[in-house]
């Protein structure tokens, strides 16, 4: 390789990494080409690209980007993936990696946030974009009543808890009523307020008594 076709992948690599928001740094020791093959399908399958470099160039390359800070990882058998998605190449390279021990993940930057390997494989564990995006489709097509149910529910509750209240309110009320000493009951009532019936039996009585 002459110096002409290594300005050009050093250019090219550039480019790439400047306008990419996931780069994971791998090291691959004894890959055979059928498995890099197959590693190459999974990453473009996913979203995300990968790449056997050359340490030297690779560091130039990144000069200049926003993944500068990942300079000295690029020691030993080093490859990289990287993509426009923020999970895809972590998720490519943690799954791979999972099956095959040729592969191992050292570390890797998000929009420029250098990560250690341990922060990898967790980003890799977040949903995709188009996973994101179908997740809020099928929320958007959600049958209306299902909506309705889930917006109604707060509301519901609200209304359960005001009329429990409200019971309670009125059964102290009631109580506070029935043992308040300023209503008499009706046999302790006076004759003026005793009825036509009262009245008269407590008159013949008195006619007997005479």
Not at 41 to 52: E, P, T, W
Not at 84 to 104: F, G, H, I, Q, W
Request: some cysteine; aromatic content about 2%; charged content about 20%.
């Amino acid at each position: 390789m002459d110096r002409s076709q290594k300005r050009q992948i050093t250019a090219a690599l550039h480019e790439d990494l400047a306008a990419t928001v996931c780069v994971v740094v791998t090291h691959q020791t004894g890959l055979s080409v059928d498995e890099v093959t197959q590693l190459r399908r999974q990453m473009r399958s996913a979203g995300a690209r990968y790449r056997v470099t050359k340490n030297r160039l690779a560091r130039r390359a990144l000069e200049g980007t926003p993944f500068a800070a990942l300079v000295p990882l690029f020691t030993g058998p080093t490859a990289i993936a990287y993509s426009n998605d923020p999970v895809a190449a972590a998720k490519a390279a943690v799954e791979y990696a999972n099956r095959n021990n040729k592969l191992t993940v050292i570390g890797g930057g998000l929009s420029g946030q250098p990560l250690d390997a341990a922060g990898i494989r967790a980003l890799a564990t977040l949903p995709s974009l188009d996973e994101l995006r179908s997740k809020i489709i099928g929320l958007l097509n959600a049958p209306a009543t299902k909506l309705a149910r889930l917006l109604q529910t707060p509301a519901g509750q609200l209304a359960r808890v005001l009329a429990a209240h409200s019971e309670q309110a009125g059964s102290e009320q009631a109580g506070s009523e029935q043992a308040s000493p300023e209503q008499a009951s009706p046999e302790e009532a006076s004759p003026e307020e005793a009825g036509p019936e009262e009245a008269g039996s407590e008159q013949a009585g008195a006619g007997d008594g005479a």
